[in-house]
């Protein structure tokens, strides 16, 4: 069961994962679903890791480890979201 | 903020490792009502280090799994084992350095089980730990053969239980 809040849409997941990682990342950098997220300036694992955490506490889903290092853009994080939410139904 | 009293305090010589006052050896975690469940504040010495200067990974486990189990107790009054436990490790946690594990009830309990969610937080609020886990609540009753109490010290961990969930229709019993 989805919180009533939780966007299942990929493109509101898109959206939502880029808010996230724009906030940790801090600067008002803007992000496209493709941006390079390990390429941005001042993001480094430890940033990442706290992206991914963030992301799985707002859509309330565990991504796999080897899913999460993986993860280069934020259209490939919000496509590990859905798939999630997906799994989960 | 005020530290919540343990259904275990009326054992007088409870000593679990993470939230007795009586095991001088243990961490000696007390918990605070928190907006999302509930939480503890914690600052581990040497005795606890990993890496030089780094806290062991293994001690963040048993905060996680210590917060999101009472929170289990405190917030539905039921006792419960740990079933399956997922860490993270985000960054490293420095030894004397103060952080704050807040645990979280999930949606979508199913079977009775109990679905929790942590997070170990630095001074500025940033995360250095993620834990999901898994409950299987039990009454003491059924337990009793693993449990090491006296028929007295059962009667009143009981009636402890009974009286402690804070709220239990809310998600976190906030």
Known sequence: ?89 | MTTIELPWSVLPDYRCFGCSPHNPGGLGLTFDPHPDGVCTRFQLDRRFESYPGVVHGGLVGVICDETMGNLIVLRRGRSAFTVSMRQRYVAPMLIGRPYTCVARLRAGADGGLFHTTAEVLDAHGAVCATATATYQPFTLADARARLALADDELAALSAALDTTALDTTAPNGA
């Open chain 1, 1 to 89: 069961m989805n919180p009533p809040t939780t966007p299942t849409d990929i493109t509101d997941i898109t959206r939502t994962v880029a808010d996230i990682a724009a906030g940790e990342i801090g600067g008002g950098v803007q992000l496209a679903a493709d941006t390079d997220l390990r390429a941005v300036q001042g993001v480094d694992s430890v940033k990442m890791l706290r992206m991914i955490a963030k992301i799985e506490r707002a859509f309330d889903v565990e991504l796999e480890d080897e899913d999460v290092f993986g993860i280069s853009t934020v259209g490939g994080a919000a496509a590990l979201v859905e798939q999630a939410l997906r799994e989960r139904v």
